[in-house]
């Protein structure tokens, strides 16, 4: 595939991911403050989130199957994903949040448990999506292109 | 996550370039983020993701910071606490940051000091203006190391003065709250006492004034004074303070003459000096004598002829005579150790005037001979003034003398010093009083004629934009336990106020003509007022600028 090709795939694939919401304007400013002392600041940005966030929902995961649920414990570990979700622009996992903690103020464990699964799968798919659009800037960038800036409307 | 370590001095020159910032953050993500943000504004910036290990990084290195950063939520300890920590140990602004926005954890924030909440996502256009944090509290430190130490030396000596409320509480960075509870005098601050406060009235004061001429300025003493003025409500200790006061105004009348050229610490060149010689007389001060040392560094150039006869003790001589001449030695030991200034309070009120000179318009050199030029000239006070606009001009003035607190950098010094001097957390109330100075001010013209001096300085000081809040003023004003003599007697204390403002001797000298001290050739007495200028920041801003008021020579003041 050429370079240009690619990087017209990389604008449109990024663009759609904006679109339908998995990422907001925050993963721009990332893009932003990437420069060339810098270079990798976005795919270090995210690994860091992903690391973060998979430590977090296997805390919850265990949290939550306690007979006798730490809502406190669980509500802290939330707050902390929907903090780092908020880091990178992942929208739909920080939204999948702030349900989630809601339920936790009311300690309904049924709420609960559907929203973890309502967050780990926000999470797997941006997890997914990012992965994607790395892999399609490393081709441009192997290929000798540079990466384009997307100017979003928003 | 290793903690980057960027210790360096305050680079005041690039300012805000290299903002010493410390972020705490135990997001890995919003650290490296945040790094990367304030990175690009220029500034230094160390992270940490404990709360502890930011005390333990704030504490190795006091003074290694300008600003810190926090995140409401850390595993070890409360974002909140670490908030207070820092306010009370390093007196930073600290911002916090949370993904919370709820009004609730907004306002705990706010209620324990900090400067700022963010919201995350922090974007960068946020980051990019926290120097402004830095600055504010900079500029409100100089103001309060000046008032604090100006009430401070005189209040902790006597009972019976009244002192800053609060002064002594910095608990978290309650300044914000202390900035609006103005008419809330008494802060809790326990070492504080609240006496009744003795107001040196222009009445008074010329007793004191001919008491101390009576006995001879070399041979006063407070009893003496004391017995002399017969006041019965006076006791000895107000007239101790109101006379050491007066001594260190006219030291200070001498330093500024000097030259500052040998001095070596302060940035600013016109208060180097100043400073050197105004600490040498501190520690003269401390020892409990009143000699007047200089340090060599001060060459006196004062320029007394005009009044050489007048002034005793008031040479233009090496200093050492000036030393012999204005000791007054304290045989009572009770006198001597509450004359004696605690080492806590390394900047004497005087510093006060090395602050005040840095922000006068006039170079050192001129000073000293516009003081004495201005005595020979009659100065008519109580009739040459029309009432209504004298009251104007010290709002002026004082916005001179606040203005220009914004353009000096006080640098490491002023602020370690307001640490050593425990953490004096003392706020004018600016704005509040805004309408109400605003209300008062009028053309200067009118008192401007009389004095061609003068108009060189209300002409310097009507160029100043920003009606900063005279807020010293009408804090005085309240406090005041006496009511106002008479009009004529405002009239002068208008001037004196106007004089402090300058921020320099000449002026008090031009105020105390009003007084109609024209017996009063000591020198020596006639920088008191100024500092009355510098009394508390406590207003109450239900009073107007009451010119009668106004001139009323807190005990405190004279510290």
Known sequence: MEVVQIQRTLMDYTKSLFMEGLLDSQFLQLQQLQDESNPDFVVEVVSLFFDDSEKLLNELTIALDQPSVDFKKVDSYVHQLKGSSSSIGAQRVKNACVAFRNFCQVQNIEGCLTCLQQVKQEYYLVKNKLETLFRLEQQIVTSGGSIPMIEMGF | ?559
């Open chain 2, 1 to 559: 996550m290793v903690v980057e370590t960027c210790f360096s001095s305050p680079r005041t020159d690039a300012f805000p370039a290299g903002l010493r910032v410390l972020v705490v953050d135990d997001d890995r993500t919003w650290s490296k983020i945040l790094e990367k943000m304030l990175k690009k504004c220029f500034y230094e910036v160390t992270t940490c993701c404990l709360a502890r290990e930011a005390l333990n990084l704030l504490r190795e290195r006091k003074d290694g910071y300008d600003i810190v950063i926090s995140d409401v939520n850390m595993p070890d300890l409360d974002g909140f606490k670490l908030l207070e920590h820092v306010g009370l140990e390093m007196d930073l602004p600290v911002i916090m940051m949370s993904v919370d926005g709820e009004t609730r954890r907004v306002m705990k924030g706010v209620q324990h000091g900090a400067c700022d909440y963010l919201l995350k996502p922090i974007r960068m256009k946020e980051l990019r203006n926290i120097w402004q944090h830095v600055f504010r509290k900079k500029i409100h430190e100089v103001r309060d190391i000046e008032i604090i130490h100006m009430t401070r030396s005189g209040s902790e000596l006597f009972d019976d003065v009244h002192f800053l409320d609060g002064q002594d509480t910095t608990s978290g960075r309650k300044r914000k709250d202390a900035d609006n509870k103005h008419s809330d005098k008494d802060l809790g601050d326990p070492s504080s006492t609240k006496k009744a406060r003795v107001v040196w009235t222009v009445d008074l004061h010329q007793k004191f004034v001919k008491a101390v001429n009576q006995i001879g300025f070399d041979k006063v003493g407070p009893k003496k004074i004391l017995d002399l003025m017969n006041v019965p409500w006076l006791t000895r200790e107000n007239v101790a303070s109101h006379l050491q006061a007066a001594e260190g105004r006219r030291h200070e009348k001498l330093c500024i003459g000097m030259k500052h050229s040998d001095s070596s610490t302060k940035d600013s060149t016109a208060g180097s000096g100043l400073h050197n010689s105004m600490n040498v007389m501190q520690d003269n001060m401390s020892n409990g004598s009143f000699s007047f040392s200089v340090s060599n560094s001060c060459a006196p150039n004062v320029d007394l002829k005009g009044h050489e006869g007048d002034r005793k003790g008031i040479t233009s001589g090496p200093m050492a005579e000036s030393r012999g001449t204005f000791s007054t030695n304290i045989p009572d030991p009770r006198k001597a150790k509450s004359l004696q200034i605690s080492s806590d309070h390394s900047l004497g009120p005087v510093d006060s005037v090395v602050n005040m000179a840095s922000f006068s318009s006039f170079s050192w050199n001129e000073i000293p001979e516009i003081q004495f030029k201005q005595e020979d000239e009659p100065l008519q006070l109580d009739d040459g003034f029309n009432q209504q606009s004298l009251p104007g001009l010290p709002h002026r003035m004082l916005t001179e003398y606040l203005q220009p607190a914004v353009s000096v950098s006080p640098g490491p010094s002023i602020t370690e010093k307001v640490a050593t001097s425990g953490g004096i957390e003392v706020k004018p109330r600016c704005d509040k009083y805004r309408s109400n100075h605003i209300k008062h001010s009028c053309p200067t013209e009118a008192v401007g004629e009389s004095h061609t001096l003068n108009n060189q300085v209300f002409e310097l000081i009507s160029t100043t934009s920003s009606v900063k809040s005279p807020d010293i003023i009408p804090n005085r004003l309240t406090e005041s336990e006496f009511s106002p003599r008479n009009l004529n007697e405002g009239v002068v204390v208008e001037d004196l106020q106007l004089c402090w403002l300058q921020g320099d001797c000449y002026a008090m000298n031009f105020g105390l003509q009003g007084f109609d001290c024209t017996e009063f050739n000591n020198a020596a007495m006639i920088p008191e007022t100024p500092f009355h200028l510098y009394d508390e920041p406590r207003f109450d801003h239900e009073h107007l600028f009451d010119p009668t008021e106004y001139y009323t020579i807190d005990q405190g003041l004279f510290a």
